[in-house]
Every structure is written in structure tokens, then in C-alpha cells.
């Protein structure tokens, strides 16, 4: 009597083989050489067109663009910036731009 496999005996076989090939080097945490590469380019590019890095402010220090649209009743406009500038949700920036309000009438009005 002969060993016969199913189609199911096949995919178990893909599975197993799709994660030893592709996913030893993701769990192990070596770094692909691709995106390596793709990040010397670009750092190639950015030197060579003398592109400055951007000003990325941190969560919750408001940049003073966005302290003035706060200030000057443009709280749309300020989450909006406040969210380029620091890649936050609209969450954490209505959060950010309502604190820095409140702080700022809190303090005139001592």
C-alpha cells in the first residue's frame, strides 16, 4: 500500500515551507538587505538635493504655528497642523491643542 496525499497535506506543506523561508529572517530580526539598500538611496537623494530634515515637534509640545491658530480661535486649523507636524491621531491632537487651551485660560485668567 502507497502513501497518498490529500490537498490538504499540500497546504500544510506550503504553510510550513512559506513560514521557514520567508519568515525565519522576520523572527530572527535581521534587517533585509533590500531595505538597506532603499534607505542608502534615499539618504543619497535627500544629501544631494540638500533636502532639510523636517521639524517634527514631540506629542504635546505645540509648535507656536499651531499655539497661534489655537489662540486666535482657528482650533480646526491648529489640529490639523499639530497632526502634520507630529504624525498623531485626531485624537491625541484635539486632545494636545484642548489642553493647551484650557492651560493657556487657566493662566490668564490667575
Known amino acids: 500500500m502507497s502513501p497518498v496525499l490529500n490537498f490538504s497535506d499540500y497546504i500544510i506543506i ?3 515551507v512559506g513560514l521557514f523561508s520567508g519568515g ?3 523572527a ?3 534587517p533585509d538587505p ?4 532603499n534607505a542608502r538611496k534615499l539618504d543619497a537623494i535627500i544629501k544631494h538635493f540638500n533636502i532639510p530634515a ?6 504635546g509640545a505645540l509648535s ?4 497661534k491658530l489655537a489662540i486666535e480661535g482657528h482650533t480646526l486649523d491648529a489640529i ?4 502634520a507636524e507630529t504624525g498623531a491621531g ?13 492651560q493657556t485660560r487657566a493662566t490668564a485668567s490667575h
Open 24 to 26: 525565519t529572517r522576520h
Open 64 to 67: 507656536p504655528e499651531v499655539r
Open 90 to 102: 485626531l485624537k491625541e491632537a484635539k486632545i494636545a491643542v484642548d489642553d493647551y487651551l484650557i
Open 80 to 83: 490639523k497642523e499639530y497632526r
Open 14 to 16: 506550503a504553510v510550513l
Open 54 to 59: 523636517p521639524t517634527i515637534s514631540t506629542p
Open 34 to 37: 533590500v531595505d538597506k539598500l
Open 28 to 30: 530572527l530580526g535581521r
